[in-house]
């Protein structure tokens, strides 16, 4: 499975952007879709997640200002960012845990990609 995210930038504090990340390959469904982000210096953390189902869950440092949704149709998740901030600035990575059924065998398995990244850069 391979993910590709988009949508990075140069933006201005009070500002937005969206992230895109589409899934690709071989598997069955997506379970979950996450995003992920890095700041130099600092260990990678969990900013927002929606599943197959819809439900979401945010890091507190972005709730109630990113929101995070999903197309399964089009395998792609989103992350609207609004009201970025200075320490917003990252990179965004996003993940997919996904599902593969072999219907010779009936043998699921499970995995989980990462994409390559996306920065994220808000200026003061």
């Known amino acids: 499975v391979q993910l590709q995210a988009s949508g990075g930038g140069l933006v201005q504090a009070g500002g937005s952007l969206r992230l895109s990340c589409v899934a690709s390959?071989?598997?069955?469904?997506?379970?979950?879709m996450e995003w992920y982000r890095q700041s130099p210096g600092k260990e990678r953390e969990l900013a927002a997640k929606?599943?197959?189902?819809?439900?979401?869950n945010y890091a507190d440092s972005v709730k109630d200002r990113f929101t995070v949704s999903s197309d399964n149709a089009r395998n792609t998740a989103y992350l609207q960012m609004n009201s970025l901030r200075p320490e917003d600035t990252a990179v965004y990575y996003c993940a997919a845990d996904w599902l593969e059924i072999n219907y010779s065998d009936g043998v699921p398995s499970v995995g989980r990609s990462w994409g390559q990244g996306t920065l994220v850069t808000v200026s003061s």
């Open positions: 390959g071989t598997f069955t469904r997506i379970n979950a």
């Open positions: 929606v599943t197959n189902g819809g439900s979401t």
